[in-house]
């Protein structure tokens, strides 16, 4: 993509008559560096002083900021350039030597480049407002620019602070630092420079290395009276779809403003992308014209023009949103959308190339001289002297005088919710009948009721219906922008409806400052895991980094299960969730298998006792006995597990991981009962808890192996069944795995149009095939277990459907 450069573009004669008059304006109108004023963006400033700037000295100060960020703009180009090429940092603006130079360098250098006059336009539109907009970046990859540009304004977290600052020690250490990949004995990284955002970067919120979970979390972030600028990029946009339906979600009633802003270079890694193939930012336009947005075209090389179109597109919505609450417009609103061209790492040598993703260069100024000639060359038209750029930080660091926070403590990085007011589970007699999804429903009715101060979403694929949350549909309802009469729909429905995980799941993340949960179908709920993964990953960074995450924990709930899906094909039957999710860090990612009504609300509750946890529970929608009291229900949820009955001389310990699987195991239970095979049952609801703990923190929530043993006596023949493949479960049970003693039942990737019995039995996960491993571990004649007409159907001689009827 090429663009045209200052005068290139058409004269238009109303463009310069502010330059015309003013000294300052017609000063900072001839840019400064690599930054250049073209005139459509003169025309815009001009517009912008006329609305906000009316008085000389108002003006004078916003032109002051205009210019401290034209040099802000290139000496942050100049340190990315830096943070991936050079090894030491000159403050005197002299070329580098050879020995200056990494001997390997790494960085994303063009997107970073082409952040640092977005990042800017960010700052200093906040500081032309005098208010602190928060910030989501979703190209984490282009993170150089954020924390090049925060050690210059000194807008860094005490990591970075007690490390960098604007000096030639300083600056030397963070080039240094960036893409160090040291190891310390902890196993931790020695720098606090990340390739992508991480825990330390001042303001972060995502790590942004998922592309495209950016644009489909940011309408659902900010509260009223919170604004979010949200930096997205052209690649990303061939990732989830979703980020179009922004327009269908935003309200202002129950949402702040929110400026989405994509850096559109026109580049992937290796080659232009999709957008740019199918006719650039043009056809961009008609795009997001087609699916309600507000386009707005800007210089993506351009502060002042990022400034301008932040603070009139916030203008711009509001407008539409006080036409709605007069009764002139309606939704869904116009959301204004930026696209800031640009041409991918624009300021440095081998800008627009493909190279330009990483290493613009293309050979390495550690040993090559003409590549070290272009670098030179390069950072001396970005140079800006020390003096200078220190008077330019003083205009932009107004925070003290106009009373606001730093950036690094914008609204959405400091939000923390409060733990909220949790209802008492309903009391269910045992041997009742009720669905666990049913009861679920019922329970985060009367949370949500009790906590009205939270704003509520529910993600929700479809048949919200069908998992049996009927009771919440009716009270939140679907949000949609024209309501279906007689359907549970609403302009302000707190249920995030689409026939896409992706972007359903996101609505819930995104809400760190409400109360959240999400339902799907089992084997749907595995597209949501990057989405989820990005969250506990950074969470948990959080917490090593020793800020506590503020929102409270989310519980995903998987139903319509692998066993109770047989009505649909192989597909609709698939655990790959949970089984990735056993493999993440149980401190941040429960994975929970209730049995009944009560071990379902306990679960669902010690999620929100929580705060930085996303909690995936695999919960039936039909109707199951309720097995556990309230008190059973209380130490399933604390342990994680329970012994259901005990047996002082067991044989043989049978461990239920599943609703199913319990119904399974206690028919199994039964038949030993009767063949005086002395056997004890439990109950495994987060098979995390039991893990050998992979580090400290992890350690912190799983159970001391004096625990374990105090609830597990040590018996060695011990049969499993899981809801799950067992072979992911054998690994997280591994102190409980008593080698050739076990064995370890579960999803065998068999299925079809099944019922639950037949899914069981073409997965050999039956009671019957329950006492064919104990007959194996515990040296047990199967003869006095199962009769031969059963064992024929065991061993698929006979009719499986004997084995329909049990003890």
């Not at 063009?110 to 208010?131: D, F, H, I, Q, R």
């Not at 009720?434 to 704003?455: G, H, K, T, W, Y």
């Not at 302000?492 to 896409?500: E, F, Q």
């Amino acid at each position: 993509m090429a663009l045209p450069r200052g005068n290139d573009i058409p004269h238009r004669s109303a463009q310069h008559p502010a330059g015309e008059r003013d000294p300052d304006f017609t000063a900072w109108a001839k840019g400064y560096g690599q930054v250049v004023h073209s005139p459509v963006t003169q025309a815009a400033i001009a517009g912008l002083l006329e609305r906000h700037a009316s008085s000389a000295a108002a003006r004078k100060r916003w032109l002051a900021k205009l210019h401290a960020a034209d040099r802000l703009t290139n000496m942050g180009m100049w340190l990315v350039a830096h943070m991936t090429y050079a090894q030491r940092v000159r403050l005197d603006g002299a070329a580098l030597a050879q020995a200056d130079f990494k001997p390997t360098p790494e960085g994303h250098t063009g997107g970073a480049l082409n952040m640092v006059p977005a990042y800017v336009g960010y700052l200093l539109a906040n500081s032309l407002t005098e208010m602190t907009r928060s910030w989501l970046m979703g190209q984490g990859h282009c993170v150089a620019a954020i924390d090049a540009t925060n050690v210059l304004v000194d807008n860094m977290t005490p990591a970075h602070a007690e490390r960098y600052g604007l000096d030639e020690a300083g600056l030397t250490r963070l080039v240094n630092d960036f893409y160090h990949c040291g190891v310390g004995p902890s196993g931790q990284p020695l720098s606090p420079l990340g390739s992508h955002v991480n825990a330390h970067t001042a303001g972060g919120l995502s790590e942004g290395g998922y592309l495209g979970f950016a644009g489909l979390q940011y309408g659902h972030m900010p509260l009223p009276g919170q604004r979010l600028v949200a930096f997205l990029s052209d690649g990303a946009f061939e990732e989830q779809r979703g980020s179009d339906w922004m327009p269908r979600w935003w309200r202002a009633e129950d949402s702040g403003p929110v400026v989405p802003i994509m850096i559109a270079n026109g580049r992937r890694i290796d080659q232009r992308t999709t957008m740019s193939q199918a006719g650039g930012t043009h056809w961009f336009e008609e795009h997001l014209i087609l699916n309600g947005f507000a386009p707005l075209t800007i210089d993506g090389r351009d502060p002042a023009a990022f400034a301008w179109a932040i603070i009139s597109a916030e203008e711009e919505l509001a407008a539409q949103a006080e036409a709605v609450r007069e009764g002139h417009g309606h939704y869904p609103l116009r959301l204004p959308y930026v696209i800031a061209e640009t041409v991918k790492g624009y300021g440095f040598p081998g800008a627009g190339t493909n190279a330009a993703h990483n290493l613009p260069l293309g050979q390495n100024p550690a040993d090559d001289a003409a590549a070290r000639k272009r670098f030179n060359a390069g950072a001396a038209a970005l140079f800006v002297p020390t003096d200078e750029l220190r008077a330019a930080l003083a205009e932009l660091n107004d925070h003290a005088l106009s009373g606001r926070p730093k950036e690094r403590e914008h609204p959405l990085a400091v939000a923390s919710v409060a733990l909220p007011v949790l209802p008492t589970p309903g009391d269910y007699a045992i041997g009742e009948t009720l669905s666990p999804m049913a009861a679920i429903d019922s329970l985060f009715c009367q949370l949500v009721e009790a906590n009205p101060q939270l704003r509520v979403r529910v993600g929700n694929p479809d048949e919200m219906r069908s998992n049996r949350l009927n009771r919440t549909l009716d009270r939140l309802k679907h949000r949609v922008t024209d309501p279906e009469p007689e359907v549970a729909e609403a302009l302000d429905g707190a249920v995030i409806t689409a026939l896409n995980e992706e972007a359903v799941v996101s609505a819930a993340l995104a809400n760190k400052q409400g109360l959240n949960l999400v339902a799907s179908y089992e084997a749907f709920a595995v597209k949501m895991l990057g989405a989820m993964r990005q969250e506990i990953l950074f969470a948990r960074h959080q917490r090593e980094a020793g800020s506590e995450p503020g929102w409270l924990s989310v519980p995903v709930l998987a139903s319509s299960h692998t066993w109770e899906n047989g009505k649909n094909e192989q597909s609709h039957q698939d655990p790959t969730l949970c089984e990735a999710w056993l493999g993440e860090m149980d401190d941040v990612a429960p994975t929970l298998f209730p049995v009944d009504a009560p071990s379902a609300c306990q679960a669902l509750l010690s999620l929100y006792r929580s705060r930085g946890r996303v909690g995936v529970m695999v919960v039936p929608k039909n109707a199951l006995p309720v097995v556990l009291d309230a008190a059973q229900a209380q130490a399933l949820a604390d342990d994680g597990i329970l012994c259901l009955t005990a047996s002082g001389q067991a044989a043989v310990q049978l461990f239920a991981v599943g609703a199913y699987q319990l119904v399974e195991m206690q028919k199994a239970l039964q038949r030993l009962q009767r063949a005086n095979v002395a056997a004890s049952l439990f109950v495994i609801q987060e098979p995390g808890k039991l893990r050998l703990a992979r580090d400290e923190r992890e350690a912190e929530v799983t159970l001391s192996q004096c625990r374990l043993s105090a609830l597990v006596p040590s018996v060695g023949p011990r049969v499993f069944l899981s809801h799950c493949r067992p072979e992911a479960l054998i690994g997280v049970l591994r102190a409980l795995d008593s080698g050739e003693q076990s064995r370890f039942l579960g999803y065998r990737n068999r299925g079809g149009t099944l019922d639950t019995f037949g899914m069981l039995f073409a997965n050999r996960a039956t009671w019957a095939h329950v006492l064919e491993a104990v007959s194996e571990v515990a040296g047990v004649d199967l003869d006095s277990l199962l009769d031969e007409a059963e064992q024929q159907a065991l061993c698929g001689e006979g009719d499986p459907n004997l084995l329909r009827r049990h003890a």
